[in-house]
Nanobody, 120 residues
Framework: QVQLVESGGGLVQAGGSLRLSCAAS????????MAWYRQAPGKQRDLVAA???????NYADSVKGRFTISRDNAQNTVYLQMNSLKPEDTAVYYC??????????????WGQGTQVTVSS
């Protein structure tokens, strides 16, 4: 079994900052990539940022220059530093991991989501 546990969401004023964390645990052999997605009410779930095991990153255009994704491979943890937050960043943020499990194959896992609300 694999679990992704997110933390760090909350309510913040526009212009403020939040840092999200996501820790993966369980029967993990190797994590290939980790990412953050977000879903606002009535909208589809969209990629925010992703990072490979070698540290290559990519970002949605809407967050470039404001958000930074990073990971600690030893701790199987990914972070999302969010600065200069805007009301349109309000959404449930989901952690995602593409990984190989011990004795098994490759699969995709999701966290339970953490709410980020930015007030104007």
């Amino acid at each position: 079994q694999v679990q992704l546990v997110e933390s760090g969401g909350g309510l913040v004023q526009a212009g403020g900052s939040l840092r999200l964390s996501c820790a993966a645990s369980g029967s993990i052999f190797v994590i290939n990539s980790m990412a953050w997605y977000r879903q606002a009410p009535g909208k589809q779930r969209d990629l925010v940022a992703a990072i490979t095991s070698l540290g290559s990153t990519n970002y949605a255009d809407s967050v470039k220059g404001r958000f930074t994704i990073s990971r600690d491979n030893a701790q199987n943890t990914v972070y999302l530093q969010m600065n200069s937050l805007k009301p349109e960043d309000t959404a449930v943020y989901y952690c995602n991991a593409d990984l190989n499990v011990l004795g098994g194959g490759r699969d995709n896992y999701w966290g339970q989501g953490t709410q980020v609300t930015v007030s104007s």
